[in-house]
């Protein structure tokens, strides 16, 4: 029986992982410059977290949750990050260690979802959450941060669009404006908008059905419902945006589908990746720290999807999925075999990527399989160099080569690249 990986899954292969990997130092970088820290939690969670921090009757919830029965525990694997983060700033009181904590967090979550491009079951997210302040301009550092991560990765061709909830007694003002305005549409509607309506109305804007879609284009929109002092912090957090350079879009509809939300909204999308189009969101949730037990504080996150950026990025990082190898050796005989041995742990340990061919054939063979390795150079040890204490060292981008004496091919190696 052939096995496969589940539906919805994906295996990243060695030609693959480096293109992760540069996007994942590179976010690492740029996170420890804006003062963020690495937070790890772990992928299962107790599925009560996420019916409280997300919401009831969030798509999430209702539908996409793997859930774990063991006895008297249910658990779930983590669908998003935020409450994970956030339960961990609660339970070890973290609040007590900095006024302000900047927290980056990279892994995989998982919902259930129906798969498609650029949309799958188990998927990756990296982002940052800034615990402990409703300062405005601690938004458009948030948004920024994330711009300049997406920029930084080779991306520039993507639309940043904005928009405030206002606080609590905003939303449910926007929340019965909302259904008033959907009720005469009802009929017209999906199945499944029919049913949010009631449930969480605010997931009605993000449907994708084409008829939804314009029901809610069609619909007159004012922010008559935010009140003076969220008005106040929208404004200043577009100021702040303008100051940073940060170019945007106001939209009125975009309000995130998760019950956590108030204040700023974000979204990030990119025309590359077609009718999946959004490499990431974020937002405020002033409230969720005191809903899961802790103090009252400010806080705002967002999260980039790292298969949505591959896509995105798929004919720039060509070059990335390359194995970088500085030195492949090639042995002729046993006895230059175990030379090779130490001449291979030399460069490795003065920083020299390099690997050993430890199979038989010709020697023309043997220069394909160092040609699939993208290797910048190849040494051939035979018994003539050994005598020497030498070895031929050819490049192979320019199809040349040269004796080296062994003593000196760190040095060597190291000059040419």
């Known amino acids: 029986m052939l096995f496969k990986s ?4 994906k295996d990243i292969l060695p030609q693959e992982s480096s293109k992760w990997q540069t996007i994942e130092s590179k976010a690492r970088k740029i996170f420890s410059l804006f003062g963020f820290e690495e937070i790890r939690t772990p992928l299962i969670e107790d599925a009560k977290l996420f019916a409280r921090s997300l919401g009831d009757f969030t798509d999430i ?3 996409q949750m793997f859930l774990i029965k063991r006895e008297t525990d249910t658990f779930v694997l983590r669908p998003e990050a935020t409450a994970s983060i956030v339960r961990a700033y609660v339970e070890h009181d973290l609040y007590n260690i900095s006024n302000v904590c900047k927290f980056y967090y990279m892994g995989p ?23 402990g302040s409703a300062n405005p301009f601690l938004d458009a550092e948030l948004i920024y941060l994330a711009t300049r991560i997406i920029f930084e990765l080779g991306l520039s061709d993507f639309e940043v669009v904005v928009n405030t ?8 003002k926007m929340s019965v404006n909302l259904k008033e305005k959907l009720m005469p549409h009802k009929k017209s509607l999906c199945e499944d908008c029919v049913s949010r309506i009631d449930k969480n109305v605010f997931r009605v804007l993000d449907c994708k059905n084409p008829q939804c879609k314009d029901i809610i284009m069609s619909l007159s929109w004012a922010q008559a419902h935010i009140c003076e002092d969220c008005h106040k912090h929208f404004e200043s957090v577009l100021a702040a945006l303008d100051t940073l350079g940060v170019r945007y879009k106001i939209d009125p509809l975009l309000v995130r589908g998760l019950d956590y939300y108030t204040r700023t909204v974000f979204e990030i999308s990119s025309k590359e990746l077609g009718a999946q189009d959004a490499l990431g969101a974020g937002g405020r949730y002033d409230n969720l720290v005191e809903e899961l037990g802790g103090p009252s504080r400010g806080s705002i996150g967002f999260a980039l999807g790292v298969e949505r950026l591959l896509l995105a990025l798929s004919a720039k ?16 005989g046993e006895a230059a075999l175990k030379k090779s041995l130490s001449v291979l742990n030399d460069l490795r340990m003065s920083g020299v990527p390099s ?4 199979l ?25 160099e050994l005598a020497k204490c030498t070895g031929i060292l050819k490049n192979m981008s320019q199809s040349t080569q040269e004796e080296v ?11 040419k690249v």
Do not use: W
């Not at 690997?355 to 430890?358: E, P, S």
């Not at 004496?405 to 000059?415: M, R």
């Open 360 to 384: 038989d054939g010709s020697l023309k063979a043997r220069l394909r399989r160092a040609d699939k390795k993208n290797a910048k150079f190849c040494l051939i040890i035979g018994d003539n």
């Open 317 to 332: 990082t060509e070059e990335a999925s390359k194995t970088l190898l500085d030195c492949y050796i090639i042995p002729l």
């Open 405 to 415: 004496l062994l003593a000196e091919l760190v040095n060597k190696i190291k000059a």
């Open 61 to 63: 919830v209702q539908k």
């Open 355 to 358: 690997d050993l061919d430890y």
């Open 165 to 172: 909830l206002g606080c609590q007694s905003d939303k449910k």
């Open 6 to 9: 589940p539906r919805g899954t």
């Open 109 to 131: 979550m998982f919902r259930a979802e129906r798969p498609q491009k650029g949309r799958l079951r188990q998927f990756h997210h990296f982002g940052a959450e800034a615990i």
